[in-house]
Antibody, heavy 120, light 111 residues
Framework: EVQLVESGGGLVQPGGSLRLSCAAS????????MNWVRQAPGKGLEWVSV???????SYADPVKGRFTISRDNSKNTLYLQMNSLRVEDTAVYYC??????????????WGQGTTVTVSS | QSVLTQPPSVSGAPGQRVTISCTGS?????????VHWYQQLPGTAPKLLIY???NRPSGVPDRFSGSKSGTSASLAITGLQAEDEADYYC???????????FGAGTKVTVL
């Protein structure tokens, strides 16, 4: 079964750090563009970052310079290192797979999400 | 403010047809980047409903269809059912932002 399982969310103070993990099964992450998407409470979906072949990455402006996406192909796992967290980063964070090994092909597999709360 | 504009809500009676618009610009939908649609039921992760403007993943009923013209795209739901009550999001890529972009979402209510 093709599946993504996120972990690592929690409560953190403003300025703190968290690392999210997304374990993939049933497929190989190295064969897909892999993304993080977040959803603040009661709000819509917001794309955060993408990791693609050759170690290349891209970020949404609100997280640029603070978040780092990476993958460990040997563990078939995607990560999101979040530093200098702000209250407005509070959200459910989903990892999601692009349909193919190219950008913007449709996010066809999603994890269940992990909740990040930034509060003092 | 979202780069892609969707109506906040649409509604229809069971069996009716509803459409959701997604309006972009020359740097996203108008630049021929593909549009995708997602359905999000309350408390669940989004689900891919339409990819590549008008393609349905296996398992998605043919009541759902997508189209694209110029700088806009649309999702149509025919034969509306109670289980279709959900939030729907369009998504594409924006070359000016070098980013994936989502619409703000449309809540579909079945009367």
């Amino acid at each position: 079964e093709v599946q993504l399982v996120e972990s690592g969310g929690g409560l953190v103070q403003p300025g703190g750090s968290l690392r999210l993990s997304c374990a993939a099964s049933g497929f190989t992450v190295s064969n897909h563009y892999m993304n993080w998407v977040r959803q603040a409470p009661g709000k819509g979906l917001e794309w955060v970052s993408v990791s693609y072949s050759g170690g290349k990455t891209s970020y949404a402006d609100p997280v640029k310079g603070r978040f780092t996406i990476s993958r460990d192909n040997s563990k078939n796992t995607l990560y999101l290192q979040m530093n200098s967290l702000r209250v407005e980063d509070t959200a459910v964070y989903y990892c999601a797979r692009d349909f193919s090994n190219w950008y913007n092909t449709g996010l066809d597999v999603w994890g269940q999400g992990t909740t990040v709360t930034v509060s003092s | 403010q979202s780069v892609l504009t969707q109506p906040p809500s649409v509604s229809g009676a069971p069996g009716q047809r509803v459409t959701i618009s997604c309006t972009g610009s020359s740097s996203n939908i108008g630049a021929t980047y593909e549009v995708h649609w997602y359905q999000q039921l309350p408390g669940t992760a989004p689900k891919l409903l339409i990819y590549g403007n008008n393609n349905r993943p296996s398992g998605v009923p043919d009541r759902f269809s997508g189209s694209k013209s110029g700088t806009s795209a649309s999702l149509a739901i025919t034969g509306l059912q109670a289980e279709d009550e959900a939030d729907y999001y369009c998504q594409s890529y924006d070359s000016s932002l070098s980013a994936y972009v989502f619409g703000a979402g449309t809540k579909v209510t079945v009367l």
